[in-house]
Structures are given as structure tokens and as C-alpha cells.
């Protein structure tokens, strides 16, 4: 089993920077892809990026291109969200997940270990 937890969330401002952090535990997460969803309210959760077990293969959303990076390290377990340029948009509850080994994956039925979340606002 793996587990996820989530931190790094808050409140900024428009325009402003938050690195969220997925410390993963009970195993090791270097031949996991991981990935980040998010999930505002009314709304169905849907995927912001990924990243394969070596960082090699990285897929973004275009809804969040050119502005949020992920990133991962293995020595570390643990899977980071860059966002910059945030806009109040980008407000939800952000989820890390994994999957094992694998492509490219978009959806979240094929994850198999989820986080609890981490709430992100953003203030216009």
C-alpha cells in the first residue's frame, strides 16, 4: 500500500506562487507514475499533470500550461506541483496520485492510490 499526503496549499493572491508537496510512505514511489487532479466545488475532478517514474515523460493540462511544473524525487518519495501566475480559476482542492508503472495517464479511474487533498485559493 501506498499512502499519499498532501501539503503546501493556502490562500494567495492572483498572479502570486504555491509548491505543493505529495510525501508518499508505506513504499517506495520511484517506479510509480504519479500525477495531480484537482477538484473545485460542483465540479468534477479533473487532471492538472503527470509525471512518469523518471521524470522523463511529463504531461500537462492546457488549462495550466506554461505556468504549473511538476516534478519529482525518488531519494525524497515525494512529487511536487510548481504554480505559478495562479489565477482564481485554479481554485480547488488539489489531489496527488499514483499508478503503476505505465503511459501517459489523464483519468482518474486509472489511479490506484489517492491523497486526502490540499485546498488552494486564489483571491482576484
Known amino acids: 500500500q501506498v499512502q499519499l499526503v498532501e501539503s503546501g496549499g493556502g490562500l494567495v493572491q492572483a498572479g502570486g506562487a504555491l509548491r505543493l508537496s505529495c510525501a508518499a510512505s508505506?513504499?517506495?514511489?520511484?517506479?510509480?507514475?504519479m500525477a495531480w487532479f484537482r477538484q473545485a466545488p460542483g465540479k468534477e475532478r479533473e487532471f492538472v499533470a503527470f509525471?512518469?517514474?523518471?521524470?522523463?515523460?511529463?504531461r500537462t493540462a492546457d488549462s495550466v500550461k506554461g505556468r504549473f511544473t511538476i516534478s519529482r524525487d525518488n531519494a525524497k518519495n515525494t512529487v511536487y506541483l510548481q504554480m505559478d501566475t495562479m489565477r482564481p480559476e485554479d481554485s480547488a482542492v488539489y489531489y496527488c496520485?499514483?499508478?503503476?508503472?505505465?503511459?501517459?495517464?489523464?483519468?482518474?479511474?486509472?489511479?490506484?492510490?489517492w491523497g486526502q487533498g490540499t485546498q488552494v485559493t486564489v483571491s482576484s
Open positions: 509525471i512518469n517514474w523518471s521524470g522523463g515523460i511529463i
Open positions: 496520485a499514483a499508478r503503476e508503472p505505465g503511459g501517459i495517464a489523464t483519468l482518474t479511474m486509472l489511479y490506484d492510490y
Open positions: 508505506g513504499r517506495t514511489i520511484s517506479n510509480y507514475a
